[in-house]
């Protein structure tokens, strides 16, 4: 076992095909933080079922979900890479941690009360109020020093703060509390053709979303038929110009230039030479990111083993952690 820091995350297998909002504003973080740390990447295939989803889906989408993590740079010699429902320990315990967590403070979580807002209390099921304590004991598990999330799933890693400090008080020190890493250097990537909403697969226009896994030639359209703004000077200014900048973020966030940078060099071009220039660069880094999905996808038996070696090397960790929990917390061993 390695003597490295530890990081972890999970990303829930949605949709058929992260989008570059999810990629950028998540996953890319994800491959570079292997070198100083172990890794734990895997797929939230039980939070999933927080939502009504068809079987067939589901199944499509925990596998296409892994194969990106992987063609995004998710190194499965070095990182585990596993499904969360493969390592049983999770719900385990989860359910020990549900038992130090108060009622009012899971029912404060605030992605509960939106998502139980919209779609009744009824359509709220037990799970989606118990989502943030099995996220909490996937990280713990696992003794994660660092979570690379997004900045909504920033009340999430408190509750796990908070749920490891107490065990760790009521009973000995246990687990490590973890450090979020929210990354903030790439800004929000807002919908192509309404660009003061967040990107996101439930758009009310599909030309507003780049699907990392849609034709490139799709995907190229989508960025020349993006909305801008009126005026034809290509400035920075997210409130009169949500549009521009927009497509200034993403271009900036492919190029690795800043934005600054970009806008200077755009001197006395007009909005098309930006719309191109975002496309090019997006397509360069997703279309052989979209390859090597798909080549992955279709080496299903090689895709399986892999998430069977990323849930053994998972499991090694998840049943010591799960054994010394057992046993702090007064249940005794099988004889
Ligand atoms: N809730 C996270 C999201 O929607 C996904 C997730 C589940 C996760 N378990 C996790 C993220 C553990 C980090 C660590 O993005």
Redesign the pocket.
């Given at each position: 076992m390695s003597d490295k820091p530890r990081v972890?995350?999970?990303?829930?297998p949605t949709a058929d095909s992260l989008h570059i909002g999810n990629y950028l504003g998540a996953l890319r973080q994800w491959p570079p933080l292997q070198d100083q740390y172990e890794a734990f990447y895997g797929v939230?295939d039980l939070?999933a079922l927080t939502v009504d989803v068809e079987p067939a889906v589901l199944r499509k989408r925990c596998l296409a979900s892994a194969a990106q993590l992987i063609a995004a740079g998710v190194d499965p010699t070095r990182s585990a890479v596993f499904l969360q429902s493969h390592v049983p320990e999770h719900t385990q315990l989860m359910w020990v941690l549900s038992c130090l967590t108060g009622f009012g403070q899971a029912s404060r979580m605030t992605q509960f009360k939106d998502k139980s807002a919209r779609h009744g209390s009824d359509a709220a099921n037990v799970g989606l109020f118990n989502y943030p304590i099995?996220?909490a004991a996937?990280?713990l598990l696992y003794n994660a020093d660092r979570?690379p999330?997004?900045e909504d799933?920033r009340q999430?890693l408190e509750l796990t703060r908070d749920l490891a400090q107490r065990f760790n008080a009521r009973y000995s020190p246990t687990f490590t509390v973890p450090e979020p890493h929210i990354v903030r250097s790439v800004g929000k990537i807002m919908d192509l053709q309404d660009p003061t909403a967040k990107m996101s697969k439930t758009s009310s226009s599909p030309n507003g979303v780049v699907d990392l896994l849609d034709e490139p030639k799709l995907n190229a359209k989508k960025f020349r038929s993006a909305v801008t703004d009126s005026g034809r000077d290509i400035v920075f200014d997210e409130q009169n110009k949500p549009g521009v900048a927009n497509l200034l973020i993403i271009l900036a966030a492919f190029t690795g230039r800043s934005v600054e940078d970009l806008v200077e060099g755009f001197a006395g071009k007009g909005y098309g030479d930006l719309k191109v220039a975002a496309a090019d660069a997006a397509g360069a880094e997703v279309t052989p990111f979209r390859e090597r999905t798909l080549e992955l996808l279709g080496e299903k038996t090689e895709l399986e083993q892999i998430l069977a070696d990323g849930a053994e090397k998972a499991r090694a960790v998840a049943s010591r952690t799960i054994a010394k929990v057992y046993r702090k917390v007064g249940l005794l061993r099988r004889g």
């Open positions: 972890l995350s999970l990303a829930q939230a939070h099995l996220m996937d990280i979570v999330v997004g799933q999430h």
